[in-house]
């Protein structure tokens, strides 16, 4: 086994770096040629020795993952990341994506799920540890449901009283809300059906037979 | 003696008389008093009018600088204690796990039962990765921070709809991000009225708006829980809405709550922003 994968380690927390050496030490056909505690000293090292793969903790003072993947995407961009957090928020793995990486795993990993990130990313695939996968598609979905507005009961309830031309206040007193509350439905009910004027509306309730 | 007694009384015989000039200095004079009295006593109550709305104006800055205080105080110690968990407790599990792996890989265990003991073992540690992933998300959302309260809500709203709650979010306008520390109130005061919905309200739709209009921001959360009777009220203001109305209060904002039973649960908020 001549072409070992060379693996360098960025993590603020030197036991998180040794418990990765422990189970990569196991892995055949990867090989672990440093690490470092902040992203700063990665950056130095990274251009003095050939390294294939970078793992990086995301979340680290001073200059977090997300910067160093961008440096390290730009600079050496034969090297592959690998993300490795504690947390996968989707917009913190958007972001991530965004700055170059080629892979995304939560620190209570184990040896199978590392294997498969290391060998994947290091053929030049993506590896995204399930749970992360499930976040990001959550977060598409979401995104995409939020694209047609509904109204709410409550909003329904108002547009029938616009409808028997209820002013503000009488809205206000039947609902036990104040003026101002009714106001913000209006505006909201309004911005959701595109619409502009009271007539506008109604037309728009009575055409999806909202009403 | 009886002499100076009569030059005495004739002098005050003169003096009462109307058309003695020196009366006329005296009203003259005790007019002028009184003005001058009149003048530095409005004057006294002018002053302490002013100070008395100055001393209002004092105790509803420093209410709401007590507010700001508690409030502040109350982020900074979440945010120390997400950071606790993250860095410390997060980091020792995560190694704790790696070192379990390796460990019971090098045992090579046979037996079957000592096995599934290691397994059980790495199952529970994982399941303290998660907890501790999710309490240091509550007290403090990394993203709120990084991306601001749009991302935020939008990745709250992921974590708690489910089947049994369809939980929808609109934000508009707010493609500009807000002051921090409105961002901050705000995301906690969504997060308090939502958690009290899930707790109490039994609802299987929850709608929450956030817009953001010319000089304000207006949330308005939304359930068709089992809602609550004007009786009740006091009751349900009880449980974490003192939170709220403090919260909203420190940003010069009002609350809007209105309920009765079967008919769900609104609560609008509506923000003053500069």
Same mark, same amino acid.
């Given at each position: 086994?001549?072409?070992?994968?060379?693996?360098?380690?960025?993590?603020?927390?030197?036991?998180?770096?040794?418990?990765?050496?422990?189970?990569? @030490?196991?892995?055949?056909?990867?090989?672990?040629?440093?690490?470092?505690?902040?992203?700063?000293?990665?950056?130095?090292?990274?251009?003095?020795?050939?390294?294939?793969?970078? &793992?990086?903790?995301?979340?680290?003072?001073?200059?977090?993952?997300?910067?160093?993947?961008?440096?390290? $995407? +730009? +600079?050496?961009?034969?090297?592959?990341?690998?993300?490795?957090?504690?947390?996968?928020?989707?917009?913190?793995?958007?972001?991530?994506?965004?700055?170059?990486?080629?892979?995304?795993?939560?620190?209570?990993?184990?040896?199978?799920?590392?294997?498969?990130?290391?060998?994947?990313?290091?053929?030049?695939?993506?590896?995204?540890?399930?749970?992360?996968?499930? =976040?990001?598609?959550?977060?598409?979905?979401?995104?995409?449901?939020?694209?047609?507005?509904?109204?709410?009961?409550?909003?329904?309830?108002?547009?029938?009283?616009?409808?028997?031309?209820?002013? @503000?206040?009488?809205?206000?007193?039947?609902?036990?809300?104040?003026?101002?509350?009714?106001?913000? $439905?209006?505006?909201?009910?309004?911005?959701?059906?595109?619409? =502009?004027?009271?007539?506008?509306?109604?037309?728009?309730?009575?055409?999806?037979?909202?009403? | 003696?009886?002499?100076?007694?009569?030059?005495?009384?004739?002098?005050?015989?003169?003096?009462?008389?109307?058309?003695?000039?020196?009366?006329?200095?005296?009203?003259?004079?005790?007019?002028?008093? /009184?003005?001058?009295?009149?003048?530095?006593?409005?004057? $006294? @109550?002018?002053?302490?009018?002013?100070?008395?709305?100055?001393?209002?104006?004092?105790?509803?800055?420093?209410?709401?600088?007590?507010?700001?205080?508690?409030?502040?105080?109350?982020?900074?110690?979440?945010?120390?204690?997400?950071?606790?968990?993250?860095?410390?407790?997060? =980091?020792?599990?995560?190694?704790?796990?790696?070192?379990?792996?390796? &460990?019971?890989?090098?045992?090579?265990?046979?037996?079957?039962?000592?096995?599934?003991?290691?397994?059980?073992?790495?199952?529970?540690?994982?399941? /303290?990765?998660?907890?501790?992933?999710?309490?240091?998300?509550?007290?403090?959302?990394?993203v709120l921070l990084k991306a601001g309260l749009a991302f935020a809500l939008r990745d709250f709203v992921n974590k708690i709809s489910s089947d049994r709650l +369809?939980?929808?979010?609109?934000?508009?306008?707010?493609?500009?991000?807000? =002051?921090?520390?409105?961002?901050?109130?705000?995301?906690?005061?969504?997060?308090?009225?939502?958690?009290?919905?899930?707790?109490?309200?039994?609802?299987?739709?929850?709608?929450?708006?956030?817009?953001?209009?010319?000089?304000?921001?207006?949330?308005?959360?939304?359930d068709n829980g089992r809602g609550f009777s004007t009786a009740e009220k006091e009751q349900f203001e009880g449980i974490g809405l003192k939170n709220i109305v403090?919260?909203?209060?420190?940003?010069k904002g009002t609350v809007d709550i209105s309920s009765s039973p079967g008919k769900g649960t609104l609560v609008a908020i509506l923000i003053p922003i500069l």
């Amino acid at each position: 086994m001549e072409n070992l994968k060379r693996i360098f380690i960025v993590d603020d927390h030197q036991m998180v770096i040794d418990g990765l050496r422990l189970i990569i @030490n196991t892995i055949p056909g990867f090989e672990i040629v440093g690490d470092c505690n902040s992203a700063h000293q990665a950056l130095d090292i990274l251009t003095e020795t050939a390294v294939d793969i970078l &793992l990086t903790d995301v979340s680290m003072p001073e200059m977090s993952g997300i910067e160093l993947t961008r440096v390290v $995407h +730009k +600079k050496f961009p034969h090297i592959k990341i690998i993300a490795l957090s504690m947390f996968g928020e989707a917009q913190v793995v958007a972001e991530m994506i965004d700055a170059g990486i080629s892979g995304y795993i939560l620190k209570n990993t184990g040896k199978q799920e590392l294997i498969e990130a290391l060998n994947k990313v290091a053929e030049g695939q993506n590896y995204f540890a399930p749970e992360i996968t499930l =976040q990001l598609m959550k977060s598409f979905k979401r995104g995409q449901e939020s694209e047609s507005s509904r109204l709410t009961d409550r909003e329904i309830e108002i547009i029938r009283m616009i409808e028997q031309d209820f002013g @503000n206040k009488q809205i206000a007193d039947l609902l036990f809300i104040s003026e101002r509350t009714v106001e913000t $439905h209006r505006k909201n009910i309004l911005r959701k059906t595109n619409t =502009q004027t009271v007539v506008g509306l109604l037309k728009y309730a009575y055409e999806r037979k909202i009403i | 003696m009886t002499f100076t007694s009569i030059a005495l009384i004739c002098q005050a015989d003169e003096f009462f008389d109307i058309r003695n000039p020196s009366i006329l200095l005296l009203v003259g004079f005790l007019i002028l008093i /009184s003005a001058i009295f009149i003048v530095s006593y409005q004057a $006294h @109550n002018l002053k302490r009018l002013k100070y008395t709305t100055g001393l209002q104006a004092q105790i509803i800055k420093q209410q709401s600088q007590n507010a700001k205080g508690i409030i502040t105080a109350d982020e900074r110690e979440r945010q120390r204690i997400a950071g606790d968990l993250h860095d410390g407790v997060g =980091q020792l599990l995560s190694a704790t796990r790696m070192n379990l792996d390796t &460990l019971f890989e090098r045992l090579k265990l046979t037996d079957p039962e000592n096995s599934e003991l290691a397994d059980k073992a790495m199952a529970m540690v994982d399941e /303290s990765c998660r907890e501790v992933r999710t309490i240091a998300h509550q007290m403090m959302p990394d993203v709120l921070l990084k991306a601001g309260l749009a991302f935020a809500l939008r990745d709250f709203v992921n974590k708690i709809s489910s089947d049994r709650l +369809k939980v929808s979010l609109e934000v508009s306008g707010l493609e500009n991000r807000l =002051q921090n520390n409105v961002e901050l109130v705000l995301y906690r005061v969504i997060q308090e009225t939502v958690n009290n919905v899930l707790k109490h309200a039994n609802a299987s739709s929850l709608d929450i708006q956030l817009m953001r209009d010319e000089g304000e921001v207006s949330i308005t959360i939304e359930d068709n829980g089992r809602g609550f009777s004007t009786a009740e009220k006091e009751q349900f203001e009880g449980i974490g809405l003192k939170n709220i109305v403090t919260r909203v209060t420190y940003l010069k904002g009002t609350v809007d709550i209105s309920s009765s039973p079967g008919k769900g649960t609104l609560v609008a908020i509506l923000i003053p922003i500069l």
